[in-house]
């Protein structure tokens, strides 16, 4: 692979100011690939390269970044290419790009824009964030329904250069209301004769401007759409959700669950150019709940402090167990919070999820205790190895049902599954885990 | 939503073998929909709405099922609607299909093909698991770079209803030499009478077949790419990746990440068609590996058994103590495993992801450490709580270079850095964090 070499290349050149060799380098290298290296620099080294862009690829470099990086970009600029970028973007990036910048830029930005262009993103704008709104492009090409193929062919063929996408074309019939889509594909291999209304599918899916954009992401990747036609609540064509952007929801949404799964909050930019601070922030807050939620485990070990005292042999095993504990319930949980996301579980299933679970992690326990009895013999002797074997099937068997009913249950009260994380089930069957081993402990030990 | 209720009908339909309602409800669904409620049965249930499908409808609902689910449909149906379903189908959707079934599947498939399919196929299958051959289409509509705009799209129009995709258009030179490619949107914008050199993006990405494909769609999603070119290894025009197949290879990818990330191997299905004992396989194995592993914390407790004889009240601790260690370094395994798989960092970067990570798991250490002074000393003692919080900090930056350096050590040596699992990292940390915090306690509290 030749990333690794280019990669050096373009901060290398960057850091030696070797502006001959920037332009070389931004010369031979697509948008993507551009924005992709500007990511991993700061504002202030970023602006460099991105200044001697060509005028016409500026843009789609800019395009491809995230709004913060965006906005560290637009801060090293002057106004006239401040406001020239701004006017020539899509109208949903510039809304979410306005919608997260700080006051004082999202003025500035607004207050140069032709009134045209900030009708268009005025409009998006007031769409909640994270909903459909937000993500459309209101620039298609809409057919009446009454248009013959051969001249919708004409109308696309003269107006689409302004659409950002006129694979899926909107068709409506009086005023603006949604009848269906015709994609661009058949309307090529359609004869020229044929009406649109004959052709249009009526039973393409459609979604509300203010519903979750990620839900409707989703249903794109099912429904295998190029684009989502984007109704208001009174039916009528608003906008076009296109496949890049509902790509990038889902990449965001994942990478957030997958966050959210560890106990962090997602920090939605680039690693590299995260700051350690933002980093130490997103993390915290969970760690702190967490380890004041673990003082529950050390008030458990104090109430069994005397059985603790009378075989010390007990205290050697805890570690092993909760972490086994811990384990199953992560899978658990990490197996449903992703069926919860991608739809395959529902809340009505909790009651069947539930019941698999207990036998998943009944059959988990029982093969971990055959291992945990050998390596408890070897090392201390049987009677507590019986006893932690005996624990190790009881707790993977609660961790399972734990792990796996919390998400469900998150679900159920409107939170979103994915903040129950391994980390906090980790926890909960720490103590509760611990509660069952000394209560074996107890009855088997006469402790 | 009306999900939880669609969902009941049609399952309560079958179970009732109430035909008329059946049908009714597939009238009223599309076919994705479908094939979702299909997932949900098991292969005997499924096939009775199957069967009562429009033959038309029969194909698109087929092709939404995961491989396994459209085995055991197959095995349900008689051979002329075996037959007539893999000869309808996609070839690459095909070639899936018959290179994961059951070798007598697979021969029955190919034996009933029309020679032309069945070539289509072979060529597929001759690619790798998991490559882009296996994934893309053949069945698309060339352009020669000589061509007119306005005769290409002529030729478009009269070939593109059997191709599976017309939206992006491979160009090519003589013996199908790979030139670029030109979207169906360029092509309907552009004058009848320029010529495809003219047009065509002679940039546009390009794969090699034998690239492994979660690469290659990964690709599509930064450059916004609805198909992508795949050629030979003599730069020959082969087949286009199209986006749909790229978003189920990268959800896929995200799902086996998440799995792995947890410690399970990934099923690869639908959760609720999964059996307990395959579940039980999928996740046995990590656990029992880590269960032999955490032998070590065994260990380590027993080196330090004195201590804790002498001081019981450390003993208390462990919990909290390693539980934290494991949340920290969890979290930065997560975040570093997330960041390579979508390409925000590379191998490279190791120095300067630990140098970052070993910050971030300081100030955190720093953080909690307070919390756990401030528990400690209210319920045993200053001097306890002290060995406490100084391990914290120690455990909380180990386990934030741990957790972080792991998985890129992995993409150095060539295997998956999803395989580091928060449950793998936790295990490690439990054991060198218990030895941190003996360590402290025998320096500090001189037992």
Not at 113 to 122: D, G, K, N, Q, V
Not at 147 to 174: F, H, M, Q
Not at 295 to 302: D, F, I, S
Request: aromatic share 4%; with cysteine; hydrophobic share 50%.
């Amino acid at each position: 692979m030749s990333e690794g070499e280019r990669a050096e290349e373009l901060i290398d050149l960057v850091e030696n100011n070797d502006l001959t060799g920037i332009r070389l380098w931004l010369a031979e290298h697509r948008p993507y690939e551009i924005a992709d290296e500007l990511s991993r620099m700061d504002g202030g080294e970023a602006i460099i390269p991105f200044r001697l862009l060509d005028k016409d690829r500026e843009l789609e470099v800019f395009e491809e970044l995230d709004p913060g990086q965006q906005q560290s970009i637009l801060l090293g600029l002057r106004d006239t290419a401040f406001h020239e970028i701004l006017e020539e973007m899509d109208p949903d990036d510039r809304a979410r790009l306005i919608g997260e910048a700080p006051a004082k830029i999202a003025t500035r930005a607004l207050a140069g824009l032709s009134p045209a262009e900030r009708r268009m993103t005025a409009a998006l704008l007031g769409y909640p964030e994270d909903s459909v709104g937000r993500y459309m492009t209101p620039e298609t090409v809409i057919l009446h329904r009454d248009l013959a193929v051969g001249r919708a062919l004409e109308v696309v063929r003269a107006r689409g250069a302004e659409a950002e996408t006129i694979y899926t074309l909107p068709v409506v019939s009086d005023g603006r209301r949604m009848v269906g889509t015709v994609t661009l594909g058949d309307l090529v291999v359609s004869d020229d004769e044929r009406l649109i209304k004959d052709i249009v599918d009526v039973f393409a899916p459609r979604v509300r401007a203010t519903e979750p954009v990620e839900d409707a992401a989703r249903l794109m990747q099912e429904a295998n759409l190029v684009a989502l036609a984007v109704v208001d609540s009174e039916e009528r064509f608003v906008g076009l959700l296109t496949f890049d952007d509902a790509l990038e929801v889902i990449e965001a949404a994942d990478s957030e669950d997958m966050a959210l799964q560890s106990g962090a909050s997602p920090v939605g930019e680039h690693y590299v150019s995260v700051g350690v601070l933002r980093l130490v922030g997103a993390r915290s807050v969970w760690l702190m709940l967490l380890i004041v939620a673990a003082t529950l485990t050390v008030n458990v070990m104090q109430a069994f402090e005397s059985a603790l005292e009378a075989v010390t042999a007990l205290a050697l095993f805890v570690p092993m167990l909760i972490g086994t504990g811990g384990n199953v319930g992560a899978q658990s949980a990490t197996a449903i919070v992703r069926a919860l996301a991608v739809g395959e579980v529902r809340v009505r299933d909790l009651p069947s999820v539930i019941w698999k679970e207990a036998r998943v992690g009944l059959l988990l326990g029982l093969l971990l205790a055959v291992l945990a009895l050998a390596i408890g013999s070897l090392l201390v002797g049987v009677d507590v190895a019986v006893v932690v074997a005996c624990s190790v099937i009881a707790v993977c068997t609660w961790a399972a049902v734990i792990g796996s009913s919390m998400p469900l249950f998150a679900r159920k009260v409107g939170v979103d599954p994915a903040v129950v994380s391994s980390p906090m089930v980790t926890t909960i069957v720490d103590a509760t885990g611990l509660l069952i081993y000394f209560s074996i402990a107890t009855v088997v030990l006469g402790v």
